[in-house]
């Protein structure tokens, strides 16, 4: 079972509408990712955070996506204005650190934009 | 450009079965390799991981993997399957520095158990 903790599990907005997800990482877990899983099974790293810090993201995270880690708080990804093509499952993982490799993910947060 | 591939988009095998799905990466160095399965409605679950050494490796569920470095592959494989066991199946490959611990993942392999 995940530890990694995603809220909502389902979410439906029409077009131009914000839309926000949350994630818990497991405990002691610095490491934060964000990627999108579409209809076709193909993954798009978005985002990822090591504690309050973003490492790296994709140019339409900066451009379309907020995303953030605060300390003592659920980590989020929000998107600004949705387009049909964000429909998809968006799933957060965490990590011990950058180089372990191993990533735990939760059960994802499914969006669907009309 | 590192990349994996997942030849197969759907295997059915019979139920106590064996099973063998593959995964061909592209990296030039040793690479981490994972196994991940995703049950409907499910994130991703970790089966098992390589990052060095013996390149029999075991994982949860009675699933092992085998590493070759000289064909580049990464095919997961069980004995027995079970009807349990259907699922869409990852492979996904990462590896040390500068890539920020991001997995690269192949398209995924569904499985399909037949009674």
């Known amino acids: 079972n995940s530890k990694v903790i995603q809220t909502p599990r389902y979410l439906v907005k029409g077009q131009g509408q914000k839309a926000k997800m949350r994630c818990i990482p497991e405990k002691g877990h610095p490491v934060v990712f964000w990627y999108q899983q579409n209809k076709n099974n193909e993954f798009k790293f978005l985002i990822n955070f090591q504690n309050q810090e973003v490492l790296q993201q994709i140019d339409m995270t900066e451009k379309r996506f907020s995303a953030e880690c605060p300390s003592n708080s659920p980590c989020s990804l929000e998107i600004q204005s949705s387009e049909a093509g964000d429909s998809a499952l968006y799933l957060c993982?965490?990590?011990?650190?950058?180089?372990?490799?191993?990533?735990?993910f939760g059960e994802g947060s499914k969006l669907t934009v009309l | 450009a590192q990349s994996v591939t997942q030849p197969d988009a759907r295997v059915t095998v019979s139920e106590g079965a064996s099973l063998q799905l593959r995964c061909k990466y592209s990296?030039?160095?040793?690479?981490?390799l994972f196994w991940y399965v995703q049950y409907p409605r499910q994130g991703l679950q970790l089966l098992l991981k390589?990052?060095?050494?013996?390149?029999v490796v075991q994982g949860v569920n009675s699933f092992e993997a085998e590493f070759s470095k000289s064909n580049s592959s990464f095919h997961l494989q069980k004995a027995s399957v079970h009807w349990s066991d259907s699922a869409v199946y990852f492979c996904?490959?990462?590896?040390?520095?500068?890539?920020?611990?991001?997995?690269?993942f192949g398209q995924g392999t569904k499985l399909s158990i037949k009674p």
């Open positions: 390589y990052y060095s050494g013996d390149p």
């Open positions: 990296y030039s160095a040793t690479p981490y």
């Open positions: 996904a490959l990462s590896w040390v520095n500068y890539n920020q611990g991001k997995l690269i």
């Open positions: 993982a965490s990590s011990l650190g950058v180089n372990t490799g191993q990533l735990y």
